[in-house]
């Protein structure tokens, strides 16, 4: 029993120890900053306070910082690099060594790369220096320190428009309204009036003529050198009447218009009679269901009736 448990606790670390190695990496998420190579100030504060570390007085400021396919790289030169046992940065799978791109022995100096998950948010790292070459002189400590980059001169990436979105079959096919079943029925009242009307504009234009202005003979025999007085046209008719004449004819109306009013009348009668007649036989014909209706309850009533009689008098019968 005490064995079986000892495994089962050697499972679980080994379980524990080698899980990690089977989960992936953290993806970095794309930039918003455009791609390209920049110049980038950056600070350094100590790992446990925001106050500036020392360590910048081994660094030189500006960085340059890279920007590709989503993902940010600085370039930083390190002063007095024979001190410098490792410098490690936080990345995805932990803290990771930087990259040796040069070093310069004459000017004691190297150049390393590192990748920036975030540029905007704090880098953590974590240095070992030891100080050499000082007679007497002995330091030897690890320091936790962040990077602070200044992003304000850093371009952001243009904004890809979004495309339009492509028509469909429905907002190319258009809507036609319903349309309204035309009215066949005649208008009786509009074509007597436009008939009338029609009449009587015909024999105004057919019978009124403009009358030149007439000289009055009493002011020229008064008044030879005055200038001939006129007067105002009056409207004649064909046989030189008066307006009031023409008034008169105008009221007369013409035997069609009566005829046709007639007929208006006589056909609004007989929709009115068919109307009627139909409504009676709706009528009729409800009247008649409901009274069937109510004689098949009656002899359903009769027939619950006939059976319970029958029930009661086969009870009563002796056996």
């Known amino acids: 029993m005490r064995k079986k448990s000892m495994l089962t606790v050697a499972m679980f670390v080994l ?4 899980l990690p190695l089977f989960t992936p990496g953290k993806v970095a998420a794309a930039s918003k900053f455009a791609d ?4 980038v100030p950056f600070t350094v504060l100590k790992g446990n306070s ?4 020392t360590t910048i007085d081994y660094m030189v400021s500006p960085a340059k910082v890279m920007i590709q396919n989503g993902k940010t790289f600085a370039v930083v030169t390190l002063n007095t690099s024979s ?3 490792y410098f490690k940065v ?6 990771v060594d930087v990259e040796v791109l040069s070093t310069d022995t004459a000017k004691d100096q190297r150049v390393v790369k590192f990748e920036v998950q975030d540029i905007e948010k704090l880098l953590d790292a974590k240095i070992h220096i030891i100080v050499t070459g000082i007679p007497g002189f002995s330091y030897d400590n690890k320091y936790d320190i962040r990077f602070k980059f200044t992003t304000a001169d850093i371009p952001l990436a243009p904004v890809a428009e979004k495309p339009a979105p492509k028509p469909t079959e429905t907002d190319k096919t258009p809507v036609t309204p319903p349309q309204k079943p035309a009215d066949n029925k005649p208008d009786t009242v509009t074509k007597t009036e436009n008939t009338r009307v029609g009449a009587q504009g015909g024999a105004n234009e ?7 202005p007439t000289v009055n003979p009493e002011k020229k025999a008064e008044d030879p050198a005055a200038e001939p007085s006129t007067e105002a046209p009056v409207a004649l008719d064909a046989s030189g009447a008066t307006d009031d004449a023409t008034d008169t004819a105008m009221s007369v109306e013409e035997p069609d218009t009566e005829e046709e009013l007639a007929e208006n009348l006589e056909q609004t009668t007989s929709e009115v009679e068919e109307v009627a007649v139909g409504e009676v036989k709706g009528a009729s014909q409800a009247t008649v269901q409901t009274g069937l209706a109510a004689i098949l309850g009656i002899l359903v009533v009769l027939l619950f009736a006939g059976l319970g009689l ?4 086969k009870r009563i019968q002796p056996q």
Do not use: F, R
């Open 90 to 95: 936080q990345s995805a799978n932990g803290l």
């Open 310 to 313: 029958y029930g009661i008098k």
């Open 83 to 85: 001190w410098w046992q």
């Open 50 to 53: 925001d106050d500036e570390s």
């Open 15 to 18: 379980l524990w120890a080698i």
């Open 206 to 212: 057919k019978n009124e003529k403009t009358v030149p």
């Open 36 to 39: 390209g190579e920049y110049s």
